[in-house]
């Protein structure tokens, strides 16, 4: 069984290794889905129980800068029907800030998210955002603008369903921002992958979580722009992060 994602159209979903496919977009947030309001969305599949379908859409609010995650959903039937979900959010000083906090840096959601279904309970997920929100410290306890993550168990009343897995709630410790993708290891742990590297949360269902660099002698870098200089014969880089 396939699961496809095309914003303005929706999710599909084919039974036959591909060959025939059927839409399957009822109560997925549709006015999103068919105007094109929503410029991605992205799928996520438990491995366990009645294997469960996540959606996220990411959309670009009117007079928003970027891109923020503004739609989650789950089906219990292959996608046949959906659920909206809680968005994740902190409370910073009476303000809701959600997973893409606004202004930049931030509001990054058409390239910094992530998303994983727990791979031993059916109504746990994970996702990450692009970074925390200040002022600093903030409502988590986050010092910077490191990753932002939440952990969402859908079997909770709405308006609980999600608590945020960063700086206090994980002994003090957040990986890079900008998340890109998240992974289990054989331990399930989850393995991310963000525009700082690689890191690992230990213990992601535990309140004793922590994350936990594996860059090691990996040198991220990003660059913007590199140059020749026929002079020196060098190559200069103007780099982020």
């Known amino acids: 069984r396939f699961y496809a994602a095309v914003p303005g159209f929706g999710v599909y979903r084919s039974d036959n290794g591909g060959v025939a496919w059927q839409q399957v977009n009822n109560g997925l947030g549709n006015a999103q889905v068919n105007t094109g309001t929503a410029q991605r969305i992205e799928l996520a599949v438990s491995p366990v129980g009645p294997n469960p379908v996540y959606a996220a859409l990411i959309s670009q609010l009117a007079g928003a800068q970027g891109q923020t995650l503004n739609g989650l959903f789950r089906s219990l039937d292959l996608g046949a029907n959906w ?55 903030n409502s988590i306890g986050c010092e910077d603008f490191s990753g932002r993550h939440f952990r969402g168990n859908a079997s909770l009343p709405a308006g609980t369903q999600f608590a945020a897995i960063n700086c206090d709630n994980a002994g003090g410790t957040s990986p890079h921002a900008d998340s890109r993708d998240m992974v ?50 060098a190559v200069i880089g103007g780099a982020q992060d």
């Open 184 to 233: 289990f290891d054989a331990n399930r742990n989850i393995i991310e992958s963000d525009d700082g590297g690689i890191y690992r949360l230990v213990n992601p269902n535990s309140t004793n979580r922590r994350w936990v660099s594996l860059n090691g002698n990996i040198r991220v870098t990003e660059f913007y722009s590199v140059a020749y200089d026929p002079v020196n014969h």
């Open 83 to 137: 659920t909206a979900l809680d968005l994740p959010q902190t409370n910073e000083g009476g303000n809701t800030v959600g997973l893409h906090p606004n202004p930049k840096p931030g509001q990054q959601g058409g390239i910094h998210f992530s998303m994983l279904a727990d791979s031993n309970n059916a109504n746990v997920l994970f996702v990450g955002g692009d970074r925390q929100p200040g002022s600093f410290p």
